[in-house]
Protein backbone atom coordinates (compact mmCIF):
# COMPACT_ATOMS: atom_id res chain seq x y z
CA UNK A 1 0.00 0.00 0.00
CA UNK A 2 1.22 3.72 -0.75
CA UNK A 3 0.58 5.97 2.45
CA UNK A 4 0.29 9.65 0.82
CA UNK A 5 0.21 12.07 3.99
CA UNK A 6 -0.71 16.00 3.11
CA UNK A 7 -0.17 19.34 4.74
CA UNK A 8 -0.35 22.98 4.57
CA UNK A 9 -4.34 23.57 4.08
CA UNK A 10 -5.66 26.50 6.02
CA UNK A 11 -8.05 29.77 5.70
CA UNK A 12 -6.45 32.36 3.91
CA UNK A 13 -7.42 35.72 2.12
CA UNK A 14 -7.96 36.24 -1.85
CA UNK A 15 -5.03 36.82 -3.73
CA UNK A 16 -2.44 35.36 -1.42
CA UNK A 17 -0.38 31.98 -1.33
CA UNK A 18 -0.34 28.87 -0.62
CA UNK A 19 1.96 25.51 -0.54
CA UNK A 20 0.66 22.55 0.22
CA UNK A 21 3.40 19.00 0.84
CA UNK A 22 2.57 15.75 0.48
CA UNK A 23 4.69 12.66 1.29
CA UNK A 24 4.58 9.52 -0.02
CA UNK A 25 5.80 6.27 1.94
CA UNK A 26 4.68 2.76 1.93
CA UNK A 27 5.08 0.52 -1.43
CA UNK A 28 6.60 3.55 -3.29
CA UNK A 29 7.75 1.33 -6.12
CA UNK A 30 6.26 1.62 -9.56
CA UNK A 31 4.73 5.21 -9.16
CA UNK A 32 4.76 6.61 -11.94
CA UNK A 33 2.99 9.78 -11.33
CA UNK A 34 2.01 12.27 -8.40
CA UNK A 35 -0.23 15.36 -7.99
CA UNK A 36 -3.47 16.99 -6.75
CA UNK A 37 -6.64 16.86 -7.02
CA UNK A 38 -9.48 19.36 -5.30
CA UNK A 39 -13.12 18.35 -4.82
CA UNK A 40 -15.29 21.61 -3.81
CA UNK A 41 -18.47 20.45 -1.83
CA UNK A 42 -21.24 19.34 -4.24
CA UNK A 43 -18.92 18.98 -6.99
CA UNK A 44 -17.13 15.96 -8.38
CA UNK A 45 -13.16 15.55 -7.57
CA UNK A 46 -11.31 17.26 -10.53
CA UNK A 47 -7.71 17.33 -11.22
CA UNK A 48 -5.48 19.82 -10.08
CA UNK A 49 -2.06 19.49 -11.50
CA UNK A 50 0.33 16.14 -12.27
CA UNK A 51 3.63 15.36 -12.58
CA UNK A 52 5.74 12.12 -13.82
CA UNK A 53 8.69 10.94 -12.68
CA UNK A 54 10.57 13.07 -15.68
CA UNK A 55 9.48 15.98 -14.15
CA UNK A 56 6.66 16.76 -16.79
CA UNK A 57 4.08 18.70 -15.82
CA UNK A 58 0.31 18.24 -16.05
CA UNK A 59 -2.32 21.24 -15.46
CA UNK A 60 -5.98 21.88 -15.49
CA UNK A 61 -7.02 24.97 -17.33
CA UNK A 62 -7.56 26.68 -14.04
CA UNK A 63 -4.36 25.99 -12.55
CA UNK A 64 -1.66 26.74 -15.29
CA UNK A 65 -0.35 30.47 -14.71
CA UNK A 66 -1.15 30.54 -11.02
CA UNK A 67 -0.46 27.01 -9.75
CA UNK A 68 2.99 25.24 -9.34
CA UNK A 69 3.84 21.70 -9.59
CA UNK A 70 6.84 20.64 -8.47
CA UNK A 71 8.47 17.16 -6.95
CA UNK A 72 11.61 15.88 -4.86
CA UNK A 73 11.74 12.38 -6.23
CA UNK A 74 14.44 11.63 -3.53
CA UNK A 75 12.03 12.14 -0.53
CA UNK A 76 9.01 11.32 -2.93
CA UNK A 77 7.27 14.26 -2.01
CA UNK A 78 5.20 16.62 -4.31
CA UNK A 79 4.68 20.31 -3.50
CA UNK A 80 1.73 22.22 -5.08
CA UNK A 81 2.63 26.36 -5.08
CA UNK A 82 -1.04 28.24 -5.45
CA UNK A 83 -0.76 31.77 -6.13
CA UNK A 84 -3.43 34.40 -6.74
CA UNK A 85 -5.96 32.39 -4.82
CA UNK A 86 -9.04 32.88 -5.74
CA UNK A 87 -12.67 31.83 -3.41
CA UNK A 88 -13.24 29.67 -5.96
CA UNK A 89 -10.08 27.69 -5.11
CA UNK A 90 -11.71 26.59 -2.34
CA UNK A 91 -12.28 22.90 -1.70
CA UNK A 92 -11.20 19.74 0.09
CA UNK A 93 -6.93 19.26 -1.66
CA UNK A 94 -6.13 15.63 -2.60
CA UNK A 95 -2.83 14.34 -2.79
CA UNK A 96 -2.65 11.09 -5.85
CA UNK A 97 -0.11 8.71 -6.34
CA UNK A 98 -0.50 6.42 -9.74
CA UNK A 99 0.84 3.11 -10.55
CA UNK A 100 0.90 1.68 -13.57
CA UNK A 101 -0.22 2.47 -17.96
CA UNK A 102 -2.66 0.18 -19.17
CA UNK A 103 -4.67 -0.38 -15.90
CA UNK A 104 -3.96 2.73 -13.65
CA UNK A 105 -4.35 2.15 -9.55
CA UNK A 106 -4.81 5.48 -7.59
CA UNK A 107 -4.03 6.03 -4.33
CA UNK A 108 -5.48 8.79 -2.33
CA UNK A 109 -3.99 10.83 0.74
CA UNK A 110 -7.15 12.01 3.27
CA UNK A 111 -7.42 15.63 2.34
CA UNK A 112 -6.82 19.44 3.70
CA UNK A 113 -9.37 21.95 3.75
CA UNK A 114 -8.21 25.11 1.55
CA UNK A 115 -10.59 27.80 2.16
CA UNK A 116 -10.29 31.72 0.76
CA UNK A 117 -12.52 33.98 1.93
CA UNK A 118 -12.01 37.77 3.07
Known amino acids: QVRLVESGGGLVQPGVSLTLSCAASGSILSINSMGWYRQAPGQERELVAT???????NYADFAKGRFIITRDNAKMTVFLQMNSLKPEDTAVYFC????????????WGQGTQVTVSS
Open 51 to 57: MDNSGNP
Open 96 to 107: NAKKGSAWVIDY
